[in-house]
């Protein structure tokens, strides 16, 4: 007797599929699955699996705050003598 499962199976990909579909690099991508920003899975052999949908939800809840400026985040113009 088949048993009939209502389950939501998650759409994965990897590292080098998810990158190209969302126009990140893959270095990129594989720090967002390591750290747990995205839900991510590691099969076989170190491949890692991501959850596409967890990728979508957080590029659609990241924003660049209004208050920053070009010249912030660490680089500084030098001033030049001529």
Request: with cysteine.
């Amino acid at each position: 007797m088949m048993q009939n499962y209502n389950v939501n199976v998650p759409v994965m990909k990897g590292i080098a599929e998810c990158a190209e579909l969302f126009g990140i690099s893959q270095r990129y991508c594989r720090e967002l699955a390591k750290t747990g920003v995205v839900r991510a899975v590691r099969v076989g052999r170190g491949k890692i699996l991501v959850n596409v949908q967890s990728m979508a939800d957080y590029f659609n809840q990241t924003t660049i705050p209004e208050d920053v400026s070009p010249n912030q985040g660490g680089i500084q113009p030098i001033p030049v003598r001529l």
